[in-house]
């Protein structure tokens, strides 16, 4: 599922209030959005408010599953979901947000396609899987409006969206701390690499991971060239096959997967349930 461009209503991830959602879906995940709204304090009102902007983030982001009905909302925690909130319930580690702004980039699977080059949430997948050959690393605000209005076409709406995604970048009381787009003293927007310490690699693993459940559901084995290629994920992280092995090397260290390239192919084996890759994401922290 594609989420409408529309969820955000010009209000951007804030950690406090995913936070207090997911606390929220844990004690109960019912209830109209005044009735969330009362509960965990997010503001709300009849035609706009930032309860369902911070469901719908929730949903992108992979952390819940939602169904509504006559207005009621009936939300329940993923793995991933339950995992941060036992170990990061103010989602304050930097490791808990690549692993949201990851979640925020990802391709929608085979079942949900749209197009081959359609996301969940498609702007960010736009900005972080598609912009690159466009944009090059570092591009102007400008720029990526311009961007933003040649996919969804020029609005009003569509560049107040195209505020909000930079802008998440630019708070750290939503993904400021990622750094995975800086902004410099002459206003141009950088793309960055994904972190390359080991401490992040458990993050990256579970994203492999949850990925691999999406596009390749039921199989034990993989090409990585093919994964790769599906799920864009080297493309979002940034990073080069060179950077990308010492990763791999660790996860087979790790015993998460096994490598083989006799073949010529390098072929990744999955030796992990995604539930125990999802539980060592924080293994890495000193």
Request: hydrophobic residues 40%.
């Amino acid at each position: 599922m594609t989420l409408p461009l529309s969820f955000m209503q010009d209000f951007k991830p804030e950690r406090r209030l995913l936070s207090l959602l997911l606390q929220f879906v844990k004690a109960s995940g019912v209830g109209d959005k005044s009735e969330i709204s009362e509960a965990t304090g997010i503001p709300t009102g009849d035609s706009s408010g930032k309860v369902e902007p911070i469901i719908y983030y929730a949903i992108g982001m992979g952390l819940i599953t939602a169904s509504k009905e006559y207005g009621v909302w009936e939300l329940k925690l993923t793995l991933l979901g339950n995992q941060i909130l036992n170990e990061d319930p103010f989602l304050s580690e930097c490791v808990s947000l690549w692993i949201l702004h990851l979640m925020l980039c990802r391709p929608l699977s085979a079942e949900d396609l749209v197009s081959s080059d359609s996301g969940v949430v498609d702007p960010w997948f736009t900005l972080f899987s598609l912009s690159e050959i466009r944009l090059g690393t570092s591009f102007t605000a400008s720029d990526y409006s311009i961007f933003i209005e040649e996919r969804y076409g020029a609005s009003a709406s569509r560049k107040r969206m195209s505020k909000v995604i930079l802008g998440s970048y630019e708070e750290d009381s939503c993904l400021g701390l990622t750094k995975a787009i800086t902004l410099n003293s002459s206003m141009n927007y950088f793309r960055s690499k994904a972190p390359q310490e080991v401490e992040f690699f458990p993050v990256y693993a579970a994203y492999m991971f949850l990925l691999w459940d999406e596009f390749f559901a039921g199989q034990k084995q993989s090409s990585l060239n093919e994964f790769f290629s599906r799920t864009r994920m080297l493309t979002v992280m940034h990073w080069t096959d060179k950077e990308m092995r010492h990763w791999l090397n660790w996860m087979s260290d790790s015993e998460m997967i096994q490598l083989d390239s006799q073949t010529g192919e390098s072929i990744a084996l999955r030796t992990a349930s995604t539930a125990d890759v999802i539980n060592l994401i924080y293994s890495e922290l000193i």
